[in-house]
């Protein structure tokens, strides 16, 4: 069992590394330089499709499109922003990803015309009604919360080898987790779990990948199918990813908190 203090970790969770790794990486360094080598280098770009589910079954769908770019210290700035239904459409989610401090979080409504910050508690709100928290996107898309990661024992998950990291966010730290434990697929780095435990010690939520829907694009294996469930609140919701456009430029202002609001 290897243990590191890492803030940074498993950038990219729906991106894989260029090419299978020919043998068994050997340490957490190791799993967490394939994870983050899969992430474009400058931009990417992907549709959405959202489909959240209450606890008899009632679904809701979404449709987003999302913009992605890595930055020069090496964290990763997203926006999100919903097309459908129409009840939402024009409602836009950014994260500004720092290197040493907290990630800026902004929002913008159409409705109230106005793009608020997101701070502390904020960010663990149900993210337009779906499964996911602002923070559980920033987990999914971009890095952990801080606190010491520990490689756990490897396993074997829907017949494919995973090793094991755990996350343990400090008691200070604005995560409602007590422990981030994630299991990624030994040929391909993409994440295929990530259980969500709570404080209390009760696991929250479970993030699962469908490891049926994968694909190459550009040299990065590519998971199209990822399903939150909440364990508490009996509730799901499944991520659709399109195919990924890399590398081309985004929108000027799309990672702006001034711009961001009127991108289409």
Known sequence: MHTCSIRQALL???????????????????IILCANGNVPQKTFSQMLGISAFDRIGVERRLVARLYGKRT?????????????????????????GQDKAEDEMYMFLPALNAVRRIRGEAGNSKLWGTDFSYQDILQIFGTFAEGPMTRRDDSELNG?????????????????????????????????????????????????????????E??????????MEDLREKTRTTLYLGDVIYDEAPPRGVFSPQGFRYID
């Open 160 to 216: 494919r080898k995973v090793y094991v990291l755990e996350v343990n966010p400090p008691a200070t730290a604005i995560s409602p987790y007590s422990s981030i434990l994630t299991k990624v697929d030994a040929l391909t780095c993409l994440t295929s779990e990530v259980e969500f435990t709570e404080r209390s010690g009760k696991l929250r939520k479970r993030l699962s990948m469908n490891t049926e829907v994968i694909s190459k």
């Open 72 to 96: 020069e210290q090496d964290t990763v700035n997203l926006m999100l922003g919903v097309l459908q239904p129409e009840d939402l459409a024009g409602a836009r989610y950014l994260v500004r």
């Open 12 to 30: 990219g969770l729906v991106f894989a590394c260029a090419a299978f790794p020919a043998t068994a990486l050997e340490t957490t360094s190791d």
């Open 218 to 227: 550009d040299g990065r294996f590519v998971g199209h199918e990822y399903t």
